[in-house]
């Protein structure tokens, strides 16, 4: 069975840490991808990445970087983390362009 | 701004019915479609895609698909309280040379009520 899996499900951190949020899938995926989820905001994507050491700013990538040295791993990382960055983070990856995502089960992050 | 639109309900049905949810786009050269089903707190789940014209049905699921409308729907048929959730429409929007990613919409909340 294909699986994205996120390394942690509950996060909670103190403003102004760096965080690192991880993502493996192991289904030789060549495109992956964070989003964020908010109540009201639905999913947004944040960055994106088409191969190895690519990387795409998607449509909120303020506060946030990324990292993509071997294909099955996709990290996201907040520089310094701060309150409005709480949230539901999603990731994601597919290979054929004619297949929707696979998502992880997420990373709900709080931030104090 | 290419988007996907959705009613964000709650679409509230007894058990039994039909639901139906909709889904509007705006790019009119968009191939793949896709629903997904998002229970409170967990992830989304592919339930259907689908990529031509017409309807395309999978046990209790159909997805539906007019291009020249640029619209696409999920009915869920005899409706169950699993059923339940949050769903998301999807779409392919093509983002730098051949490479693509999917737009979602915001949701449509179902509720099956026993």
């Known amino acids: 069975d294909v699986k994205v899996t996120q390394s942690s499900r509950y996060l909670v951190k103190r403003t102004g840490e760096k965080v690192f949020l991880e993502c493996v899938q192991d289904?030789?995926?060549?495109?992956m991808f964070w989003y964020r989820q908010d109540p009201g905001l639905g999913l947004r994507l944040i960055y994106f990445?088409?191969?190895?050491?690519?990387?795409e700013k998607g449509d909120i990538p303020e506060g946030y970087s990324v990292s993509r040295e071997k294909k099955e791993r996709f990290s996201l990382i907040l520089e310094s983390a701060s309150t409005n960055q709480t949230s539901m983070y999603l990731c994601?990856?597919?290979?054929?362009?004619?297949?929707?995502?696979?998502f992880g089960s997420g990373t709900r992050l709080t931030v104090v | 701004q290419k988007e996907v639109e959705q009613n964000s309900g709650p679409l509230s049905v007894p058990e039994g019915a039909i639901a139906s949810l909709n889904c509007t786009y705006s790019?009119?050269?968009?191939?793949?479609f896709f629903w997904y089903r998002q229970y409170s707190g967990k992830s989304p789940e592919l339930i259907m895609s689908?990529?031509?014209?017409g309807d395309k049905e999978d046990g209790r699921f159909t997805a539906q698909l007019n291009k020249a409308s640029q619209y696409v729907s999920l009915l869920i048929r005899d409706s169950q309280p699993s059923d339940s959730a949050t769903y998301l429409c999807?779409?392919?929007?093509?983002?730098?040379?051949?490479?693509?990613?999917?737009?979602f919409g915001k949701g449509t909340l179902l509720t099956v009520n026993p």
């Open positions: 994601a990856s597919h290979r054929v362009t004619n297949y929707g995502y696979t």
């Open positions: 990445s088409y191969d190895v050491k690519m990387k």
């Open positions: 289904m030789d995926h060549e495109n």
């Open positions: 790019d009119r050269v968009s191939q793949s």
């Open positions: 999807a779409v392919n929007m093509v983002s730098g040379g051949s490479n693509y990613k999917l737009t």
């Open positions: 689908i990529y031509s014209n």
